[in-house]
């Protein structure tokens, strides 16, 4: 069963970078796409981009300016910086698998992987607070 | 940005009733990358649906997906007293961004 467990500061400082990172257990990070969700208390939920296990990366375009997020696959993590943080950015963070699946192309060839664009196993989440 | 729209905001059904969750976008959506999930106090979004109609892996068949275009539907055939959530509809469009709707609340009445 694929476990995720994000872990970082529960409290950042206004203008400073927030940093967390995903840890994934049973189960290999290869093969799979992953993102960073987040929610604000009480709202709903936000997109804030993905990788591959190869380092491609897809962001969020409202928050692409202030977003890097990383692989480490030796260590089964990935990570998400987030630059420049307001009280805006508070927040319940999530990271998040989206299974991928093959490509074909309209000949019916295999070309490639792609993310599907849902998310089939979660992390806990983790409340990071943008306060000075 | 696709917005999605989901109506109504609160849903107050007694258990056994069904329940009919709308989700609207502002443009049309590949059927291919509409998903929705169900939040408890708490705890992280589960999968329902993905592909606007296929059941995620576990989910009884009393839920169901629907629709294409512009307009999707999230339907519990007999509401069971784990049901009683909030339940939110995600879509995937060509200008790179994933967007989930603000959510219904399916709360017993």
């Known amino acids: 069963q694929v476990q995720l467990q994000e872990s970082g500061p529960g409290l950042v400082k206004p203008s400073e970078t927030l940093s967390l990172t995903c840890t994934v257990s049973g189960g290999s990070i290869s093969s799979y796409y992953w993102s960073w969700i987040r929610q604000p208390p009480g709202k709903g939920l936000e997109w804030i981009g993905y990788i591959y296990y190869s380092g491609s990366t897809n962001y969020n375009p409202s928050l692409k300016s202030r977003v890097t997020i990383s692989v480490d696959t030796s260590k089964n993590q990935f990570s998400l910086k987030l630059s420049s943080v307001t009280a805006a950015d508070t927040a319940v963070y999530y990271c998040?698998?989206?299974?991928?699946?093959?490509?074909?192309?309209?000949?019916?060839?295999?070309?490639?992987?792609?993310?599907?664009?849902?998310?089939?196993?979660w992390g806990q989440g983790t409340l990071v607070t943008v306060s000075s | 940005e696709i917005v999605l729209t989901q109506s109504p905001g609160t849903l107050s059904l007694s258990p056994g009733e069904r329940a009919t969750l709308s989700c609207r976008a502002s443009?049309?959506?590949?059927?291919?990358?509409l998903a929705w999930y169900q939040q408890k106090p708490g705890q992280a979004p589960r999968l329902l649906i993905y592909g606007a109609s296929s059941r995620a892996t576990g989910i009884p068949d009393r839920f169901s997906g629907s629709g294409s275009g512009t307009d999707f539907t999230l339907t519990i055939s007999r509401l069971e007293p784990e049901d009683f959530a909030v339940y939110y509809c995600q879509q995937y469009g060509s200008s790179g961004a994933l967007t989930f709707g603000g959510g219904t609340k399916v709360e017993i009445k």
């Open positions: 998040a698998r989206d299974p991928g699946g093959d490509y074909y192309d309209s000949s019916g060839y295999l070309v490639g992987y792609e993310p599907q664009y849902y998310f089939d196993y």
């Open positions: 443009q049309s959506v590949s059927s291919s990358y």
